[in-house]
């Protein structure tokens, strides 16, 4: 059977995009359901919200998008319940805070694993966030949710952040296994090394080596990850310490430079894809 | 069942990282599979369009469709799209060639403008998630 693909779209229908791109809200397969990045605008492409660019222009946006994913998910059959991971894409620091007590505020109790960054820009540029999700359906059997903790009591780099969000470390989906981002923060929040992007990374991965083994897995399950540093000269000795903690196991790796991650004290966060074999 | 991981290489090759631990172009997990972020580089390891991210994007939906099967699978089974650019320029000419190799799969996209990829020359870069349906498996 092929995948069930809900709302199809082609962006040349939407906001005089001279883009012929067919794409769908929403991919259903057996196991899990793929959204299409969220933000602002309506799901029909009609309009799109808050685009004064302030912060309170991002809450207006997160909302929207919140609403939206309540109702894709509905339409596949699943609940906001069933989010593994989000990823919380802002262009400005400042729009931070707003963002994610608006998704705290809808994701209450859900306790997905995270990872956020600053980039410089979505589609349009009235976008000012964008916001993805891993979603597999539980049927019957709750996802396992492992060291949930709550965003005010967390530290990001040297700083405490009131987003109001329900979080966890590491959540396992069947075979599935997802990961908060992993930064030089060790599991008890401490921050070490700092501005050493490969010391951080190396934190990182010790980190991720540790929340897997607590989830039934271990490193040899890892089959990508993307690896996010903010500064090009963070790369080399980022990537070397992530790839010398895998040690002989290839992986599927990304690269990217972004403005910036939740705290400026952090040169790196690295998101991990795995699955138990 | 062990993960299948295919294309292995090093990065030594073209970084001049000290180590030169394995990575790989695609890994099947069962019936997922992920592909690396695929950019300008073909899968000889020689850049294509430099300076041209429309050429750039067309080399690394060329390499997603090898790939994809190689590991089995085929375009009709992607899942999720996720497209880097490093210029908002960029981003009608990508996505034409893009959705030119995806057209009539409608996938789930993301895009984002990131301050730069894995070399300055990379204009370009995309992430791909597949998963072959069980009875195609």
Known sequence: MPHERLRKFNVRDWFAQGIDWDGAMVVRTDDEIYVTGQNGSELDGSRTHGTGRTAEDAAIQAEIALRNLTILLGEAGATLDDICRINVNISDRAYRIPVYRTIGR????????????????????????????????????????????????????????????????????????????????????????????????????RNVEALLGEAGAGLADIVKLILYVTDRAHLAPAREAVLRHLGTIPCALSEIIVKGLASPDLAMEVDIFAVQS | MAHQRLRKFNTSSYSGDKIANDMCMVVR?????????????????????????????????????????????????????????????????????????????????????????????????????????????
């Open chain 1, 106 to 205: 809808h994701l209450r109790g859900v306790h997905p694993v995270s990872t956020g960054l600053i980039v410089n820009g979505f589609a349009r540029p009235e976008i000012l966030f964008t916001l993805d999700v891993a979603v597999v359906p539980q049927r019957g059997n709750r996802h396992t949710r492992l060291r949930r903790y709550h965003s005010d009591d967390a530290q990001y780099g040297f700083e405490r952040q009131k987003i109001g969000c329900d979080f966890c470390q590491v959540v396992r989906a069947g075979r599935r296994i997802y990961l908060r981002g992993q930064m030089g923060q060790n599991l008890d929040d401490t921050l070490t090394d700092i501005g050493d992007a490969g010391a951080q990374a190396a934190q990182a991965m």
């Open chain 2, 29 to 137: 997990a069962g019936n997922i599979v992920f592909l690396r972020g695929q950019t300008g580089f073909d899968l000889d390891n020689k850049f294509v369009g430099k300076g041209d991210a429309a050429a750039q994007a067309d080399q690394a939906m060329k390499n997603v469709k090898v790939l994809l099967e190689e590991a089995g699978a085929k375009m009709a089974h992607i899942c999720k799209i996720t497209t880097y650019i490093t210029d908002r320029a960029y981003r009608e000419p990508v996505y034409n060639v893009v959705g030119r190799h995806l057209k009539g799969v409608f996938p789930c996209g993301t895009g984002l403008i990131v301050n730069g990829l894995a070399l300055p020359e990379m204009l370009v870069e995309i992430d791909i998630e597949a998963v072959i349906p069980a009875d195609e498996a």
